[in-house]
């Protein structure tokens, strides 16, 4: 009932003379409320192969255009509360899913947190020459398989009774080691992550903008400026996120 | 690379155009769109990125110089409102309230005071500043306000047993009486020692009405003054002649001093 609201003695000797304590009332918080929550059956991450069931037999140009730009899939939460935003491309290869599989497995508790994929397992292959060899003797053969990320999507997602600071330490381990920059978000945390952007955009007090220039093709700025560029704004380049600007 | 220097070389192709130079024109063969480093960007478009860079708004009054955030007053909690509730409830329903100091006491020397106190039909509550401070302001017991600064406790009574209360706090040593309010007075500790000092309500009756008897009880004895001196005379003579009669009776003696 009685909470001392400074120090552990009853008198406080300062140079200002003795105080006196303060007992205050304890405001008692209500616990999270965890009832829409639904569990997946397997609450650990899936063993992910390093090779798809049916391997490729043709092998795939390179195309790079899987990790340009802003992703159009995975870009919002659908059972968890808790995941790895992607602020950037890049591929992930098996090594990657290992890592991440074993650090969320290790560090999170299967009873009262579930953590589920949010992309697919590698599919691209990927062909490498045997080294030392010179240029030309046609295409390598398939060396690994990759999962092409681009940037805004979420790779895995965690949920479960419990909060977000308690999942952070370990969502950030992982997002360090991946290949491209990452962060660790709750639904809270996108949300006014977009909302920030958006009030950005808003008040922005520059009256010339990437998008409008592009557009408009003012100077014959298009001269220098790729196709894509109408549609990435300015905001990414090649596999880059360019956070800052706009 | 190499194909477009060997162009130049030959003199045909790209390079017969006007302000070729080898660092502009080799990029266009370079490397692809999307690489693992960061990729050079045209000076052009490195100018046109720092022309549309963001800019923040900037209020023509800066937010510090306007007017001071207000502190946000907190919900009330239930606790509390229940807590305030009591106090009114004790306020109320009681005559006698006295405030006292609290210094922490070992809990059997409590639980005694406590029992000693139920005796007289005493109780002792524990009460927080924080709600008491603005329900006092508020009420007509301002007076009472300084009173409830540190660590406080409240001893209400139907009845005012000041005098049986007192003894119990002298036995204890770390409640000490600040003041009281007894039937809506407000009394200090030296008012609440000599309100102990009064006597009680019936014996107060009683004097009071004693000292109204006084006049009229001296006029009934002055009006019965005489008969009440015949009638003792009469007395002491009837005394004397049952007194006289052993020796030798005188019946004449009283028709004489009856005269």
Known sequence: YWKFLSGADALQEGPGGVTVPRAGLKKYVLPPDYSGITFPERTKLKFMDKVPAV????????????????????????QGQYGILALGGGYLHWGHFEMIRLTIGRSMDPKTMFAIWRVPAPYKPVTRK????????????????????????????????????????FLTQVARKLPFPAIPISRDGLEQMRQKEEEKRLNNQNPWTFERIVTANMLGMRKYLSPYDLQLKGRYWGKFFLKHRL | APVAKMAALRGGGA??????????????HGSKAVTRHWKAMHFQRQKLMAVTEYMAPRPAIPPCCLAPKKEKVEEDNGYARLLRRQVEEAFRDNRMIAVCQYNSMPGEDMVLMRHYLRKHN?????????????????????NLLPLFVARNILLVSPETKVKEMLRVLKGVPQINLLGACIDNTILSRQGVENFAKLPSLEAAQGQTVGALALLPSQTSSLLQGGSAHLTALLDEHIRRLQAGETGSPDESAPAQSSG
Not at chain 1, 62 to 75: F, K, M, N, V
Not at chain 1, 146 to 161: D, F, P, W, Y
Not at chain 2, 122 to 142: A, D, G, T
Request: proline content about 8%.
């Open chain 1, 55 to 78: 391997p490729k037999v043709r092998r795939e140009p390179r195309q790079l255009r899987d990790i340009r730009g802003p992703s159009r899939e995975a870009t919002d939460f659908t």
């Open chain 1, 130 to 169: 045997s080294l030392g060899h010179r240029m030309g003797g046609g295409k390598g053969p398939i060396d690994h398989y990759v999962t092409a990320v681009k940037s805004g999507r979420l790779v895995v997602e965690v949920g479960g009774r419990c909060e977000f600071e308690e999942v952070k330490p």
């Open chain 2, 15 to 28: 390079p017969w155009r006007r302000g070729w130079l080898p660092a502009l024109q080799l990029v266009r």
């Open chain 2, 122 to 142: 005493i109780e002792v509550k524990f009460v927080l500043n924080e709600i008491i401070r603005p329900m006092l302001s508020q009420s007509k017991y301002k």
